[in-house]
Every structure is written in structure tokens, then in C-alpha cells.
């Protein structure tokens, strides 16, 4: 006996009784699910506008704690301008050096032979 | 909640009622009860609802939900199991000796009903669509060589079962290309 495989399922499929599909249930449904898409597409971009600011934040706070003051003040001591180390005032007009409340006239510490380079110190051959 | 268009739900509801017979009968060859194809027709037309907007054509919504009716029914198959029914007699698990098949058009079925859902579903797009194998492969998302195999072992397996021969002739257009 032969059966065609295609007489066999149209010959299946015609006998089933059709139910009535209702649109207006499809229609509701599919809202439905649109509706959450949108929700969920809202909720989604929320949350990642959240994390990015939260992070920003984060990072920004711990970089700005790991660098902290190069100096940082001892805390056991409580008068902080025993720390402040005076120096002299150092300026330079013409050629006087004033250092202090003391000055240094370079024109009379000049050397009469004239001005050394770095060749007074090289041995003499001749 | 935004309601779409009363065009586009006009033009939906239009699609439904001309083409929701097709799709149920597709339907129900590919998982065999009338309750379940009913679901996942229903289950379909909804997704088809959700992407209206991008199905231009009623041809192209047609091959959207059939699509959608062959993923559906496998990946619920694979998820619920739901060809497993529970049953209190254990059925008799002879083999069938081939004279004495019985190979009516119900016990015919019935073998088609015990294949798993991609083989029936490649048969059922192939012989009752008369899809290509390669329109097959598109709808089932694999390739046609898979179509090839899905098709081939299912149609080994009911000629096994039922010993009954089964006409398997090619459709026309491969006929012409071959």
C-alpha cells in the first residue's frame, strides 16, 4: 500500500476543526507585551544612566582620595607654625647679592686676573 | 497604554481572519493536539502583533508567524516536554512485524505525532507547505543539509514503524532543477 506522505497530512490537517481566533484577546495581549517593552526599555536606560553616574562618582572620589597631600600635617602636634622654617630674603641688583639683612658686592670680590672658565684647572703641558 | 493605530490593528485583524485557518492546520501537524496548536497560533499571532510594524505585506506577515509557529512549538517541546504525557497503562512496546501493519491513515498519523518536533516540522513544511528545502532551512533557521537529514530520518522512521510505503516524490520545482 502506498501512501503519499502529502495526501496523508493535507487529508490530517482537513479534518481538524478551525477555532475562532479572537482578534481583540491578540490585540490586548500584544499591548500588553509592548507595554513592558517600553517599560523595560525606560527602567534599562534609568539604570544605566544611573550606574554611569554612580561610577563617575566613585572613581572621582577614590582618585581624589589616593592622591591626598604631598605634605600632610603631623596631627600629635598641636602648634603647626613650629614647623614653618624662616628663610632669608635672597635678591640680586646689579651686581650686589642681598642675602638676608647681609649684601655681597661681587664687583669687589671680582678677580683681577679676569673672569676663570673651567680651563684654569686643566694641567699645563708646556 | 499606547494604543497602535486602529490602521495598523484593522490591518492586523484582517490578517488574522484570512489566514489564522492556514497557520492553525500548520500548526497542528506539527505538534499533533488541537488545544496546543490552538495556544501556540494564538501565542504567534501575538508576537506577529509586536512586530507589525516591521511586516510590510500580509505575504511576508504570513512567513513571519509560520516561522514563528515552527521556532515556538520547538523550543516549547524542548522547554516543557510536553510530548511526554502521563498515562496509567504502560504502552506495548512490541515491534511491529511489517505484514501485519496496519497502515490506516490514523495509525499513519499517529506515527507522524511520535517523531520529534524538528523532523515533523520538516516534513510538515516540505510535504503539506510544499516549501523547498532551502525556504524549509529559512523557516526552521538551520541549514539544508540539516533540512535534508531532519526530513530523510523522519521519513526513515514511519516507514520503519508503520511498514507502510510511503510515497515521498519530490516537490515539482526540484524535479525541474534536478
Known sequence: MTNSIRDLLRQDADRV???????????????????????????????????????GTVAGSVQHQSEGPVDKPNENKTNQTDD???????????STINWGGSTIDLASEQDPAGPRGPWHLLPRRW | ??????????????????????????????VGDHQLAQDLLQESLIKTYVAW????????????????????????????????????????????????????????????????PRQRAAIVLRYYEDLSEAQTAEVMGCSVGTVKAQVSTGLGRLRDRSGANLDTAPLDDEAVNS
Open chain 1, 17 to 55: 476543526e478551525i477555532p475562532t481566533v479572537d482578534a481583540g484577546e491578540v490585540i490586548a495581549q500584544g499591548e500588553q507585551r509592548l507595554h513592558r517593552r517600553r517599560i523595560t526599555a525606560v527602567l534599562a536606560s534609568v539604570a544605566a544612566v544611573a550606574v554611569i553616574v554612580v561610577g
Open chain 1, 84 to 94: 614653618v622654617q624662616t628663610r632669608r630674603l635672597t635678591y640680586a641688583v646689579g
Open chain 2, 1 to 30: 497604554m499606547v494604543v497602535r493605530k486602529s490602521r495598523e490593528a484593522t490591518d492586523f485583524t484582517e490578517f488574522m481572519s484570512a489566514r489564522s485557518a492556514t497557520l492553525f492546520r500548520t500548526a497542528y501537524l506539527i
Open chain 2, 53 to 116: 510594524p516591521r511586516l510590510r505585506d500580509v505575504s511576508s506577515a504570513e512567513a513571519y508567524t509560520r516561522k514563528t509557529i515552527v521556532t515556538t512549538a520547538i523550543s516549547w517541546r524542548r522547554r516543557r516536554s510536553f510530548h511526554e504525557r502521563p498515562t496509567d497503562v504502560l504502552p506495548d512496546t512490541a515491534v511491529p512485524d511489517p505484514g501485519e501493519a496496519v497502515t490506516t491513515h490514523a495509525s499513519m498519523v499517529a506515527q507522524l505525532r511520535t517523531l520529534p
